[in-house]
């Protein structure tokens, strides 16, 4: 059997799905590996160092034509790509159907398999093959260094001969694991964090980190329960969460937004008015930009300044740090994939697990029950 990874068209994404050491790993399982040329460049991995590790690189054309299993980060194959590859090949990546619907639509009809790990499911067994986890640890990390290089002061407190310079003052919204490692990463750069989410039950790993959790009094129709994700609350708790996090922002030098409810349009947890009145040279980071994002007036990919504060919208943080986020990337996808080899070296598409049941999209060209509509 022959796996191949493809070059990412997306002009933001730098990652690769394959890097030289889960290279070794597949040969190991016995299929070959092919490599489109420079696919790993962007990442830091040169194709010299890909056939060290006895892969083949190859032309484009070729790696779609030969490979049985193709992987990518989150690029979908348009009709260019389409029109080459072969019948019963197998796709897998993160392709982020709830924004991607319409693209994965145009693979409908084609005689191929399509499985996205956006919907692995949540279970202990799936952790190492959590490409959501782990590129939104990296993103939480990237984040804070995002947000210190924006910021025109130091973060830690600092005592020096001319003077005491005071620790900046961060919040973090959402404490999932972008949050968690938002938290901790400010911490060890000195700042005082505090950090807010509608689940109760993570205040203790809140302050485990070291950081300040902002508590919103829930009603009984709203208590929560040990939820893994977010869920949207009710217009009562809404208003009651919104003029908690005003209160603590206008105090803030960084806030780093996290917050996404899947399949739903990010709530928004900063108003214009809250911005407007806090400190100058405030600085804004929000990660649920995509989802429409947690702060008005973020706009996806760019800067934006109102008043005397700065709101950043990255585009794709993990890719900003591509070698160790493809390094992770990878190994989630091998340990998926790994599961599903058969003795007689193919890809049991037709198992019943449900690892595969709830991310397998599109089976032979047509839509199961997983595939979003929109």
Do not use: W
């Amino acid at each position: 059997m022959i796996i191949g990874t493809l070059k990412e068209k997306d002009e933001f994404e730098n990652r690769v799905s394959i890097t030289p050491e889960t290279c070794k790993n597949y040969l190991k399982k016995g299929l070959r590996v092919l490599i489109e040329k420079k696919s790993g460049v962007a990442a830091s991995f040169t194709d010299s160092t890909y056939e060290e590790h006895g892969a083949e690189v190859l032309e484009r054309e070729e790696v779609l034509k030969k490979a049985d299993i193709l992987v990518n980060v989150s690029s979908i194959l348009d009709e260019s790509d389409l029109k080459h590859i072969k019948n019963n090949t197998t796709i897998v990546g993160g392709f982020n159907p709830y924004e991607n619907f319409d693209k994965l639509k145009k693979i409908l009809g084609t005689k191929i398999n399509l499985i996205s790990l956006d919907f692995l499911p949540r279970i202990s067994r799936a952790q190492s093959m959590d490409i959501l986890s782990s590129q939104a640890n990296l993103a939480g990390y990237k984040a804070v260094i995002e947000a210190s290089s924006i910021f025109k002061k130091a973060l830690p407190m600092m005592m020096t001969a001319a003077g005491t310079i005071i620790p900046a003052k961060c919040l973090i919204l959402g404490a999932g694991v972008a949050g968690l490692q938002a938290i901790a990463t400010a911490k060890r750069l000195g700042c005082i964090v505090f950090a807010f989410d509608v689940r109760p039950e993570v205040e203790e790993q809140v302050n485990s980190l070291g950081a300040k959790f902002i508590k919103v009094e829930e009603e009984s129709e709203n208590e929560a329960s040990q939820r893994v994700y977010a869920k949207e609350m009710g217009k009562n708790y809404k208003k009651k969460q919104l003029k908690a996090i005003h209160d603590v922002a206008l105090d803030m030098d960084i806030i780093i937004s996290t917050a996404l409810i899947p399949g739903k349009k990010a709530p928004i947890l900063i108003e214009d008015k809250t911005i407007e009145q806090m400190k100058n040279g405030s600085i804004l980071i929000d990660l649920a930009s995509s989802a429409g994002g947690n702060i008005q007036g973020s706009k996806f990919g760019e800067q934006v300044s109102i008043n005397s504060s700065i709101i950043y919208a990255p585009r794709n943080l993990p890719s900003l740090i591509a070698y160790d986020s493809s390094l992770l990337f990878s190994k989630n996808i091998f340990n998926f994939i790994s599961n599903f080899i058969t003795e007689n070296n193919t890809f049991d598409i037709e198992t019943e697990d449900e690892l595969l049941l709830k991310t397998l999209l599109i089976k032979s060209g047509n839509k199961t029950k997983n595939f979003y509509n929109g």
